[in-house]
């Protein structure tokens, strides 16, 4: 299937949720963090994405911003950091300008060569992707940054895919969506798009309607998965 255009989730897949937690961490007078910081950022990301679930539920859309701070609140609150206003002042500012991940420029460099459009889908607001895309220096390799403020829901919403086809103008089975989210995965897929799992734990396959095409435990096999360019 020939592929034209790729498209990425941005928070786990392009960028390291977890750098935010792991820097603060190896600051001097963040002792506390240290020693719990893999649980904090575990749970501050799964709590993001639950109130991200609940509030497309519910109808009660709000920007990903405040999601990652309401569960950035609870993670400290659970971890008994709750009430380091510093600390959380610190975390917050890391989480606008999160590292990607190692293999990232060099892959999108490649899709780039080759032809193919790359864009990121995320249910980061734009302001949010601004500031990691700038901060990673991605600006020039992506040649769309999509958020879902444009429908006003969150991702697994299939108006939210829409926005690919609206952004490119291609059939759905001329992108290849990547995520490290199973559940995103699943859902593009079902969507119709091909679609990549970038399963970097490990984790077993998610019980949902799609199922993913491919499951990678990084990005550096993505441009072998795009074929010929049409």
């Known amino acids: 299937m020939t592929i034209t255009a790729c498209v990425f989730d941005a928070y786990g897949t392009l960028f390291d ?3 935010a937690a792991r820097e603060a961490a190896a600051e001097p007078g963040n002792e506390r963090l240290a020693a719990v910081w893999p649980a904090l950022a575990e749970d501050w990301r799964r709590k993001q994405l639950e109130y991200s679930w609940l509030r497309a ?3 009660d859309h709000t920007d990903f911003w405040a999601v990652t701070q309401d569960g950035l609140d609870w993670a400290m609150e659970r971890h008994r950091l709750g009430g380091d206003a510093a600390l959380r002042a610190t975390l917050l500012g890391l989480y606008w300008r999160l590292s990607a991940f190692a293999e990232v420029p060099a892959m999108l460099t490649a899709l780039r060569a080759r032809g193919l459009n790359t864009a990121i889908l995320s249910n980061g607001s734009p302001d949010m992707l601004g500031g990691a895309v700038d901060s990673a220096g991605l600006g020039d390799l ?3 940054v999509l958020s879902v403020e444009s429908v006003g829901i969150f991702k697994p919403a299939p108006q939210v895919y829409d926005l690919v086809i609206q952004r490119f103008g291609c059939a759905k089975h001329h ?3 990547v995520s490290s989210n ?3 995965a699943a859902a593009a ?3 119709g798009f091909q679609t990549a799992w970038v399963n970097r734990a490990g984790l077993p396959m998610d019980r949902l309607p799609g199922r993913p095409q491919h499951v990678l435990s990084d990005l550096t096999g993505i441009p072998a998965l795009c074929g010929d360019v049409a």
């Open 57 to 59: 539920i519910m109808g």
């Open 182 to 184: 199973g559940w995103d």
């Open 189 to 191: 897929a079902a969507y």
């Open 17 to 19: 949720v977890a750098a």
């Open 142 to 144: 992506l040649d769309a």
């Open 175 to 177: 992108v290849l969506f």
